[in-house]
């Protein structure tokens, strides 16, 4: 099924922009339920909204790679610790705790 959905851009304003979609019946079956349903106004308010969700699944997809990489890159720069250092650490880390809570080391 072809349609014109009128998308409303957030970043121009709420600018109207009419643009020519397909959707496959099944899609346009269940945009329409949601309008009947009383849930969107119309089935171009549907696929704003799922517009925007994609947009904001994108964006969170982009900031969790660029955190990836910057621990990924803090990793490869930092000091690498034996596995006795760490032994040691962690051993020094967990009688201060149980020292801070009243328990014997």
């Known amino acids: 099924m072809r349609l014109t959905a009128v998308l409303l851009s957030s970043t121009l304003g709420l600018v109207a922009v009419k643009s020519s ?16 349903a009383g849930r969107y106004s ?5 696929l704003q909204q799922g517009v925007e969700l ?11 790679t660029a955190a990836l990489r910057e ?3 803090r990793r490869r ?8 250092r760490m032994d040691t650490l962690l051993g020094n ?3 201060g705790k149980r020292r801070a809570h009243g328990l014997p080391t």
């Open 21 to 36: 979609i397909s959707l496959t019946d099944e899609q346009h079956a269940f945009a329409r339920a949601l309008v009947e």
């Open 77 to 84: 720069d930092a000091e690498v610790v034996s596995a006795e």
């Open 71 to 73: 621990l990924l890159s």
């Open 93 to 95: 880390m967990i009688a």
């Open 54 to 64: 994609l947009r904001r699944r994108v964006d969170a997809e982009e900031l969790e």
């Open 42 to 46: 119309s089935v171009s308010a549907v």
